[in-house]
C-alpha cells in the first residue's frame, strides 16, 4: 500500500513558479508510474501530467506543456510538479497519484487507471 502526501501549493501571482512535491512511502517507489491531475472549482478532475516509472516517458496535458515539468527522484520516492509562467486558469486542488509499472498510451490520462492518491494541495494564481 502506497501512502501519497503532496506539498508545496500556495498562492502566486500571474506569470510566477511554484514546485510541488510528493512523497511516497510504503511501496517501492521505483515500480510506480506517476501523474499529477487537478480539479478546479465546479470542474471535473483533469490530467495534467504523467511520467513512466523508469523516468524515461512524460506526457502533458496541452495546456501546460512548455510551463510545467514532470520529474521524479526515486532515491527520495518523491515526484514534482514544477510550474511555471502560472495563468489563473491554472487555479485548482493539485492531486498525485501512482500505479504499479507501465501504463498503456492510452491510459496515461486517465484517472481510474491509478490505484493510489494524495490528499491533494491548493493551488492558486491570481491575476
Known amino acids: 500500500q502506497v501512502q501519497l502526501v503532496e506539498s508545496g501549493g500556495g498562492l502566486v501571482q500571474a506569470g510566477g513558479s511554484l514546485r510541488l512535491s510528493c512523497a511516497a512511502s510504503?511501496?517501492?517507489?521505483?515500480?510506480?508510474?506517476v501523474a499529477w491531475f487537478r480539479q478546479a472549482p465546479g470542474k471535473e478532475r483533469e490530467f495534467v501530467a504523467h511520467?513512466?516509472?523508469?523516468?524515461?516517458?512524460?506526457y502533458y496535458l496541452d495546456s501546460v506543456k512548455g510551463r510545467f515539468t514532470i520529474s521524479r527522484d526515486n532515491a527520495k520516492n518523491t515526484v514534482y510538479l514544477q510550474m511555471n509562467s502560472l495563468k489563473p486558469e491554472d487555479t485548482a486542488v493539485y492531486y498525485c497519484?501512482?500505479?504499479?509499472?507501465?501504463?498503456?498510451?492510452?491510459?496515461?490520462?486517465?484517472?481510474?487507471?491509478?490505484?493510489?492518491w494524495g490528499q491533494g494541495t491548493q493551488v492558486t494564481v491570481s491575476s
Open positions: 497519484a501512482a500505479r504499479p509499472g507501465y501504463l498503456r498510451s492510452s491510459d496515461y490520462y486517465n484517472e481510474g487507471a491509478y490505484n493510489y
Open positions: 511520467e513512466s516509472l523508469s523516468g524515461g516517458t512524460s
Open positions: 510504503g511501496g517501492t517507489f521505483r515500480n510506480y508510474g
